[in-house]
């Protein structure tokens, strides 16, 4: 029961958690429940009293589970009560901010990744969520010094590798831009989203047989994606590749019915589509 929190094996970074308490109170709760009862046949309580202090301390653990659980209601609440009670704690920090993100809510989000960053500065997971930030900011450098940064901590991270390549590639850094794609590939090689950023890149650099290998790869691996079949019929067009090329049209089409771009690259192969 006490294994989790004695050190001798770590789950997690976390020296405390409620859910450590769980099992091991199991032993306690019998305990005391018991020892009571043995008190109060010896002192010879009566039975309503006992009731009544029962029913007295099963409502005030029924409150308190209220309000703990109240915290437990999204993450931004559960991250921001961390906070309240925790001192330095970049892991909650960076949770926050994560969470925030996905909000939209960028400008806060950077607030807790910096607090982070301050407390713990070479921690992979903030300087990965950090290089996310900068890069939907446009800023781009700093992205590509913390992706840097993250990767020289943990080199093994394809999703550093492939956000830099990114990075890069927005800057026209192509060729170190391809040197992380195939690197995050090679340590993940069913990345869907590597194939695809790799193949933007060689379609870019006009290597068309390249991005149509990857392109076809990131499709089989995200077949649900219809931005990777637009992707592949704009490689397979460049090589002349028609029947195939409105065959992943009309899937992108299919899976997502309102794209106009699409409809107008069909049109424009002599595909009529319906409206």
Same mark, same amino acid.
């Given at each position: 029961?006490?294994?989790?929190?004695?050190? =001798?094996?770590?789950?997690?970074?976390?020296?405390? !958690?409620?859910?450590?308490?769980?099992?091991?109170?199991?032993?306690?709760?019998?305990?005391?429940?018991?020892?009571?009862?043995?008190?109060?046949?010896?002192?010879?309580?009566?039975?309503?009293?006992? %009731? %009544?202090?029962?029913?007295?301390?099963?409502?005030?653990?029924?409150?308190?589970?209220?309000?703990?659980?109240?915290?437990?209601?999204? #993450?931004?609440?559960? %991250?921001?009560?961390?906070?309240?009670?925790?001192?330095?704690?970049?892991?909650?920090?960076?949770?926050?901010?994560?969470? =925030?993100?996905?909000?939209?809510?960028?400008?806060?989000?950077? #607030?807790?990744?910096?607090?982070?960053?301050?407390?713990? /500065?070479?921690?992979?997971?903030?300087?990965?969520?950090?290089?996310? !930030?900068?890069?939907?900011?446009?800023?781009?450098?700093?992205?590509?010094?913390?992706?840097?940064?993250?990767?020289?901590?943990?080199?093994?991270?394809?999703?550093?590798?492939?956000?830099?390549?990114?990075?890069? !590639? !927005?800057?026209?850094?192509?060729?170190?831009?391809?040197?992380?794609?195939?690197?995050?590939?090679?340590?993940?090689?069913?990345?869907?989203?590597?194939?695809?950023?790799?193949?933007? $890149?060689?379609?870019?650099?006009? @290597? %068309?047989?390249?991005? $149509?290998?990857?392109?076809?790869?990131? $499709?089989?691996?995200?077949?649900? #994606?219809? @931005?990777?079949?637009?992707?592949?019929?704009?490689?397979?067009?460049?090589?002349?590749?028609? /029947?195939?090329?409105?065959?992943?049209?009309?899937?992108? =089409?299919?899976?997502?019915?309102?794209?106009?771009?699409?409809?107008?690259?069909?049109?424009? =192969?002599? $595909? /009529?589509?319906? #409206?």
């Amino acid at each position: 029961m006490l294994v989790p929190v004695i050190g =001798l094996v770590q789950v997690g970074v976390q020296a405390m !958690a409620d859910r450590y308490t769980y099992l091991p109170l199991t032993g306690i709760f019998i305990l005391l429940v018991w020892g009571v009862g043995i008190i109060g046949r010896v002192l010879k309580v009566p039975n309503p009293p006992m %009731f %009544f202090l029962a029913v007295i301390i099963l409502a005030a653990c029924a409150w308190r589970t209220r309000g703990q659980l109240g915290y437990w209601r999204d #993450n931004e609440t559960l %991250f921001r009560h961390t906070i309240a009670v925790t001192k330095g704690n970049y892991v909650a920090l960076n949770n926050l901010g994560s969470s =925030l993100s996905r909000q939209g809510r960028l400008g806060e989000a950077t #607030n807790y990744y910096l607090e982070s960053l301050r407390i713990n /500065p070479d921690n992979p997971d903030v300087l990965y969520n950090w290089g996310n !930030a900068m890069t939907r900011l446009g800023r781009l450098d700093e992205a590509i010094s913390s992706y840097r940064h993250a990767l020289q901590i943990d080199p093994k991270r394809d999703d550093a590798l492939n956000n830099l390549g990114f990075a890069l !590639a !927005a800057q026209k850094q192509f060729a170190d831009a391809i040197e992380c794609f195939e690197a995050a590939l090679k340590l993940n090689p069913d990345y869907a989203d590597a194939h695809n950023n790799l193949g933007t $890149v060689l379609f870019m650099q006009q @290597q %068309f047989d390249g991005a $149509v290998q990857h392109f076809r790869e990131a $499709v089989r691996l995200d077949p649900d #994606n219809p @931005q990777l079949y637009a992707n592949l019929a704009d490689a397979l067009v460049k090589q002349a590749q028609i /029947p195939e090329a409105v065959r992943c049209y009309q899937q992108a =089409l299919r899976l997502k019915p309102g794209d106009l771009q699409v409809r107008s690259k069909l049109q424009a =192969l002599g $595909v /009529p589509v319906a #409206n």
